[in-house]
């Protein structure tokens, strides 16, 4: 299968699993909204919040994997794979603006604390959320293991978050039902906004390493050099570069071989070494640059991690 068949394919399921996510999103903010008129709890007014982002947050990404899909043109020869990154890192704001409105209201509950009513409406709402998101989640699960797209990893983690906030939610309802615990609503929704912080840090984090092109885990960089070597007319590799951007990697090599081969032998030895490499590397877009064996030429070299970033000569 080529590049462009593999991204197509890669492309539909990122699609489909953006238009999952928005639907979902809708869907949540109807019944959630209904559910907070009739029982003014601040737990749910979190959870309808945080559907408004998720929606909101949807609708970017939904842009963001139609532009990163679109093929690489005159003026972006690398492709638009960065505009993932660039949605998850808005995602994050957005993720962090809904745990800071949380918190702010869920301060004012306890400082002025109120009853909540019609909770067995909450209850039942919370319930249905809390099954509809969990067969999302695991269809993004299934999409990201097959494409490795950030931005649907972004949304996956988005929508985990939900569980955790729907399930405190729909315990808070419980306890404010039968034990009339008060106080416990508006400290559930205070003790989610402050995980939903922690959790946006984490995709602004992800997307960052991306728009920053670092290089692929040392893992996979090892991998890239073991599957080079492996081939018994490789005698050497050397600069390997890397970076991801959205659902493609790009790898860089220079291979050596021996001096005295033919450029044809040279391009098929290359060749077969991109075969293998792209086999580990599906959404990978590779370049080999073939040596002759023992000739001497510049080379960058870089510090270990920490060190001064100043380059070897």
């Given amino acids: 299968m080529s590049l462009a068949e593999r991204t197509a394919r890669a492309g539909a399921l990122m699609r489909r699993a953006t238009f999952a996510s928005v639907t979902v999103a809708a869907a949540m903010i109807v019944v959630k909204l209904i559910a907070w008129l009739l029982t003014d709890s601040v737990s749910l007014l979190s959870s309808l919040l945080d559907s408004l982002l998720d929606a909101a947050a949807s609708l970017v990404n939904l842009l963001a994997v139609q532009q990163a899909l679109v093929p690489a043109d005159r003026e972006h020869r690398f492709g638009h794979g960065k505009a993932e990154p660039l949605a998850s890192l808005g995602q994050a704001a ?26 067995g409406i909450g209850i039942a709402v919370m319930a249905f959320a809390i099954a509809v998101t969990l067969v999302l989640v695991a269809y993004q699960r299934s999409v990201v293991r097959r494409t490795g ?16 906030l729907n399930g405190s939610v729909l315990v808070s309802l419980l306890a404010t039902r039968w034990l009339g615990w ?26 960052t390493v991306q728009l920053m092109d670092r290089e692929l885990p040392d893992e996979a960089r090892a991998r890239i050099r073991a599957i080079a070597l492996a081939h018994p007319q490789v005698r050497a590799v050397h600069d390997l570069r890397t970076r991801a951007a959205g659902p493609n990697a790009f790898i860089q090599i220079h291979v050596e071989m021996d001096g005295k081969l ?20 599906p959404q990978a877009e590779v370049m080999i640059h073939q040596d002759p064996e023992g000739i001497d030429e510049p080379r960058r070299s870089f510090p270990p991690a920490g060190a001064s970033p100043k380059l070897a000569s």
Avoid at 149 to 154: K, Y
């Fill in 182 to 207: 008060v106080y416990l609503d508006p400290l559930f929704g205070g003790a989610i906004g402050f995980w939903i912080v922690y959790g946006a840090w984490e995709v602004g984090k992800t997307a």
């Fill in 149 to 164: 797209s950030l931005v649907v990893r972004a949304d996956e983690f988005h929508y985990r978050t939900d569980l955790v």
């Fill in 262 to 281: 033919t450029l044809e032998e040279a391009h098929r030895i290359s060749d077969a070494v991109e075969v293998e490499i792209l086999a580990a590397f």
């Fill in 94 to 119: 957005f993720i962090a603006g809904s745990a800071v409105l949380l918190i702010i209201q869920a301060l004012h509950h306890i400082l002025t604390p109120q009853p909540v009513s019609n909770t």
